[in-house]
């Protein structure tokens, strides 16, 4: 993810999940070395309700949707009338990372209006299309860009579970949750291991990149 201008922007930064769990974390992490020339002069979590800002300050409105903007949830109508309001006052807006589905077609003036919009899932690429008539971008969660040193050994032979309700009722396994690791070291631990069951996407995220095969539930 970059923005490409020469301009040194102020950024209102909306969906900070880093505080959430660590692959949330590699995703804002990401999100911010690559707006290091501008400044994010507001930060945000995701919220039913976000307050007005200086508009006059502000270039640049960007959203991290991740797992948010779905089912008209109350964080996600949130957002998007945050977005609108941004655009009511002239500054540019962009969502990336992004899910985007079930939601009302009341948004679609404020999608049409989008300076860049990208998602992270090829459901929501065509949901857009389908539904709000409009071409995004698809790309890997920004938690996948980076690479980190793996740990394969061939004699590996247990399954693990990440931290889900399924894995528990189930009993599937000893459990490696994201909760409990930094990023790096939690795609080290899967690295170990031969496979990985879990209903958590950023778990999922992380097998992918430890190259682990894995199992969603």
């Not at 000893?174 to 170990?192: G, K, M, T």
């Amino acid at each position: 993810f970059c923005i490409a201008t020469s301009l040194m922007l102020n950024i209102v930064f909306v969906g900070d999940t880093k505080n959430y769990h660590s692959g949330c974390y590699e995703v804002c992490k990401n999100i911010k070395h690559s707006l290091k020339k501008h400044t994010i002069v507001k930060s945000f979590p995701p919220m039913h309700s976000l307050p007005d800002v200086d508009w006059d300050a502000v270039d640049l409105v960007l959203v991290n949707g991740e797992g948010t903007l779905h089912h008209n949830r109350p964080a996600a109508e949130g957002i998007m009338d945050f977005v609108k309001r941004a655009q009511s006052h002239g500054v540019n807006t962009a969502i990336v990372n992004t899910v985007w589905q079930n939601m009302h077609i009341k948004w679609k003036p404020v999608l049409d209006s989008l300076d860049y919009f990208s998602v992270r899932d090829q459901l929501s690429q065509e949901y857009v299309a389908d539904a709000f008539d409009i071409q995004v971008d698809c790309y890997l969660d920004i938690s996948m860009q980076n690479c980190y040193p793996l740990h394969k050994d061939s004699h590996a032979d247990d399954i693990v579970c990440g931290n889900t309700l399924e894995s528990k009722i189930f009993g599937l396994g000893n459990i490696i949750s994201i909760f409990d690791h930094e990023w790096e070291d939690f795609v080290y631990q899967l690295s170990r291991h031969k496979g990985y069951v879990s209903g958590r996407f950023h778990e999922i995220a992380a097998a992918c990149v430890a190259r682990t095969p894995f199992w969603p539930i």
